[in-house]
Every structure is written in structure tokens, then in C-alpha cells.
């Protein structure tokens, strides 16, 4: 490598992805992703064996990370609470204090933590910095970060909107704001990030006022697996009436909700194919996701009051056109204009999908979680 070079560590429950990227150049040098981390029939045991098959991948590359110009090691932790909202070098006591954070998201941080503990042992050398999907949205106004629940007990047990996915949405309205040539602080901006989790925001002059996952990644847009947003009232009934546990009940919001819960398939592609076939659930699955998705940017077009930009990002943001155009269609009367045939031309660059005329700008902008981690990282070594 002949810049500074940033290995990005993403750890989940269940996979392990890797990216040696250098951001001076913006260039990918190996990115790898190990799965199926402790399952039964896997030979990678635990987080310490994915770490080191991700090396020895790499390694299979030509790559030693002891001897290649890298500068610091970065790791996505999902929750940073209310503390940890800057990238943040990691020693022994932020480490602990993550540790407590974990009640917050027993599901997100545990493996993180895994895999910070495995790889500063790994490479002991280098610093290592932790960027938290929370951070971009600590500063939520007061009022969109408030749920109207017993304010006592929100205090006490530190509930309120942290916001999610927050790398995505920064990095993508920054660089919306630059392929629609005007500066940052001077658009109206809302951003629709539809992956395997999915998460919206209202951006205003580059300050995020509002986004759509809460407490948790699971309030909000429909999901692959996740409800979104539900009555809580459901929750109790379940519990009273189906004799379900907390754990169940959080389970099957969590893992099996969303499309895979309507319709028994979470990917777009297959979801698509069985709609071909008419198959009516993945339809009504698919109806159910357009919907809330339409609701949020209604919403958030109230909350901004007009927007300047709307823009799609992640896997189905970027590939599925018929998700794009069935979310705005229809709202001409709002300054938005799908061009179809743009819509549905494929790509994997920036591109705008309004009309010419559309006063808002409907935009495709591939997202790059990594090289944003990569970049945040440089900026606190
Ligand atoms: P993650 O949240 O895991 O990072 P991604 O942003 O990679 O998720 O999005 C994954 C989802 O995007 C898949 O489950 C699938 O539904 C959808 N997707 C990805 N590529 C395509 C494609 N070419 N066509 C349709 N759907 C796609």
C-alpha cells in the first residue's frame, strides 16, 4: 500500500465482513465476508476462528496486515447510547464501557465487542476505533428523539430515538449534495436506506431532524425480517393471550417479521419472481412495504416541509426499480417526478431518476458504509 490503509471490521451475530480499503484513493485492496460464524455444521467455531480465516484469506491474497501500510483497524459498533457518539479510540475502558451498553442491543453489540476483543489481540500494534451507527443522530431535535412515555422512566433507563444506519445516511446525503452540485447545508434532503434493514431520514441543511429506527433498529420502515413500526399494544396482547415470552415476542419482530414473516422470503429477488407467479402473499408482503415507505416520506416532506432531494441507497434502494417508482409515483403535486425509463435503466454509479422537470431530485446513490468508516477512522489517529 502506499497511503494509509484502513482494515474495516463489521462483526454480526451470525457473520463477519472485512474491507482493506485505503480512502486517500478511495480504493477497495481485499474485502471478504465470513458466515455462518458458531452454526451448528460450520467449521468457524466463534468470532476469534472468523477473524482468523479473515486473515488467512487475506494472507491467500498476498496480503500480510502486519507489513502493509495499515494505519488503524475500524470496527461498526451498532449502539454507542448517549456517550459514544464521536469515533472513538478503543482501550480497555471504552471497552468496558460498550460492555454496558449492551442491555441496549443485546442483539448488535455482543458480537462487535467479539470481534473488537479478537482482533485488538490480533493486531496489537495498531490503534483501533470503534464508529457507531448511532452517532450521526445524537444531536435528533428534542422532539423527534422524545417518545411520549413517562418521562421519569425513559430518563432512568436511557430510552429515547437513537437513529441507525447513521454512516449510510451521512455518506450518502453528502454525496448527493455533491453530484447535485450545491453545498450541503443548503438542501433539504430525505434518505431512504432499504437493505436487509431499512431506515429513513429527514435531512435539513445536512442536519439530520428526523430518522425512522428508534430505541432499536426495529421501529420503522417494513424489513427483511424486522415488523418496523407495530401498536405496542400488540406486544402485551401477545403476551397475555398467546402465553408468548418477552424473548419470543421480541424474537419474531426481530427474525421473523417483516417480508420474511408476510410472505416466507426476505430477498427482493426471489420476492419479485414469486410475484410474477401471482402469488398473492409475497404481493400483500410487497404492498405492505410500499406503503409504510410512501407514509415515511410523506411524513418527513411535512417534517422538512419541502425537500430538495430524495434519494435511494443500499440493496434494494440501488436495485429494485419498481420499489422506487411505486413509493413516488403519483406525487407530481409535491414536486416529484419518476422518469420511468431512467428509473428503470440498472447501474451501479450515482444517477438521477426524476424528470428534468421534477422540482425535487430523485437520485440513486450507492451507499459505502466502509469507506465512511475507513474515513472517520483516519480522522481521529
Ligand atoms: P444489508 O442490510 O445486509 O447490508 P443490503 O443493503 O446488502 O443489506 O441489501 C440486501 C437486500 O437487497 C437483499 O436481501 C435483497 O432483498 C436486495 N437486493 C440486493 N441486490 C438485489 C438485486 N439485484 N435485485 C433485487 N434485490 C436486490
Given at each position: 500500500m502506499t497511503g494509509r490503509g484502513v482494515l474495516v471490521i463489521n462483526s454480526g451475530s451470525s457473520s463477519l465482513k472485512y474491507q482493506l480499503i485505503q480512502p486517500d484513493s478511495e480504493t477497495s485492496l481485499a474485502e471478504g465476508i465470513i458466515e455462518q460464524i458458531g452454526e451448528p455444521?460450520?467449521?468457524?467455531?466463534?468470532?476469534?476462528?472468523?477473524?482468523?480465516?479473515?486473515?488467512?484469506?487475506?494472507?491467500?491474497?498476498?496480503?500480510?496486515?502486519?507489513?502493509?501500510?495499515?494505519?488503524?483497524?475500524?470496527?461498526?459498533?451498532?449502539?454507542?447510547?448517549?456517550?459514544?457518539?464521536?469515533?472513538?479510540?478503543?482501550?480497555?475502558?471504552?471497552?468496558?464501557?460498550?460492555?454496558?451498553?449492551?442491555?441496549?442491543?443485546?442483539?448488535?453489540?455482543?458480537?462487535?465487542?467479539?470481534?473488537?476483543?479478537?482482533?485488538?489481540?490480533?493486531?496489537?500494534?495498531?490503534?483501533?476505533?470503534?464508529?457507531?451507527?448511532?452517532?450521526?443522530?445524537?444531536?435528533?431535535?428534542?422532539?423527534?428523539?422524545?417518545?411520549?412515555?413517562?418521562?421519569?422512566?425513559?430518563?432512568?433507563?436511557?430510552?429515547?430515538?437513537?437513529?441507525?444506519?447513521?454512516?449510510?445516511?451521512?455518506?450518502?446525503?453528502?454525496?448527493?449534495?455533491?453530484?447535485?452540485?450545491?453545498?450541503?447545508?443548503?438542501?433539504?434532503?430525505?434518505?431512504?436506506?432499504?437493505?436487509?434493514?431499512?431506515?429513513?431520514?429527514?435531512?435539513?441543511?445536512g442536519r439530520p431532524v428526523d430518522t425512522s429506527m428508534g430505541l432499536t433498529p426495529l421501529e420503522g420502515l417494513v424489513m427483511g425480517t424486522r415488523s418496523g413500526d407495530i401498536d405496542p399494544g400488540i406486544i402485551g396482547y401477545l403476551c397475555r393471550e398467546a402465553k408468548l415470552s418477552v424473548d419470543d415476542v421480541e424474537s419474531m419482530l426481530n427474525q421473523r417479521s417483516g417480508m420474511l414473516g408476510l410472505a416466507g422470503e426476505r430477498d427482493f429477488r426471489r420476492l419479485g419472481e414469486m410475484i410474477q407467479s401471482g402469488d398473492a402473499t409475497a404481493q400483500l408482503a410487497y404492498d405492505v412495504f410500499v406503503h409504510r415507505l410512501r407514509k415515511y416520506v410523506g411524513a418527513y416532506l411535512a417534517v422538512l416541509g419541502h425537500t430538495d432531494v430524495v434519494t435511494f441507497t443500499a440493496g434494494i434502494g440501488e436495485n429494485v426499480p419498481a420499489v422506487r417508482?411505486?413509493?413516488?409515483?403519483?406525487?407530481?403535486?409535491?414536486?416529484?417526478?419518476?422518469?420511468?425509463?431512467?428509473?428503470?435503466?440498472?447501474?451501479?454509479?450515482?444517477?438521477?431518476?426524476?424528470?428534468?422537470?421534477?422540482?425535487?431530485?430523485?437520485?440513486?446513490?450507492?451507499?459505502?458504509?466502509?469507506?465512511a468508516i475507513a474515513r472517520d477512522c483516519l480522522s481521529v489517529i
Open positions: 455444521s460450520s467449521p468457524v467455531a466463534d468470532h476469534d476462528a472468523a477473524l482468523r480465516a479473515a486473515f488467512d484469506r487475506l494472507a491467500d491474497d498476498g496480503i500480510d496486515l502486519n507489513d502493509c501500510g495499515l494505519a488503524a483497524v475500524g470496527h461498526r459498533v451498532v449502539h454507542g447510547g448517549t456517550k459514544f457518539y464521536r469515533p472513538t479510540i478503543l482501550d480497555d475502558a471504552v471497552v468496558a464501557a460498550l460492555q454496558d451498553l449492551s442491555s441496549l442491543a443485546p442483539l448488535h453489540n455482543p458480537p462487535a465487542l467479539s470481534g473488537i476483543e479478537v482482533a485488538r489481540k490480533m493486531l496489537p500494534q495498531l490503534p483501533h476505533v470503534a464508529i457507531f451507527d448511532t452517532a450521526y443522530f445524537h444531536d435528533l431535535p428534542a422532539a423527534a428523539a422524545t417518545y411520549a412515555i413517562d418521562h421519569e422512566l425513559a430518563e432512568k433507563w436511557r430510552i429515547r430515538r437513537y437513529g441507525f444506519h447513521g454512516t449510510s445516511h451521512q455518506y450518502v446525503s453528502e454525496q448527493a449534495a455533491a453530484f447535485v452540485g450545491r453545498p450541503l447545508d443548503t438542501l433539504n434532503q430525505i434518505v431512504l436506506h432499504l437493505g436487509n434493514g431499512a431506515s429513513a431520514s429527514a435531512i435539513a441543511g417508482r411505486d413509493a413516488l409515483i403519483g406525487l407530481g403535486a409535491l414536486g416529484i417526478e419518476i422518469d420511468e425509463r431512467r428509473n428503470d435503466k440498472r447501474g451501479s454509479d450515482a444517477r438521477r431518476i426524476s424528470t428534468d422537470d421534477s422540482a425535487v431530485a430523485v437520485l440513486v446513490i450507492p451507499t459505502n458504509e466502509e469507506l
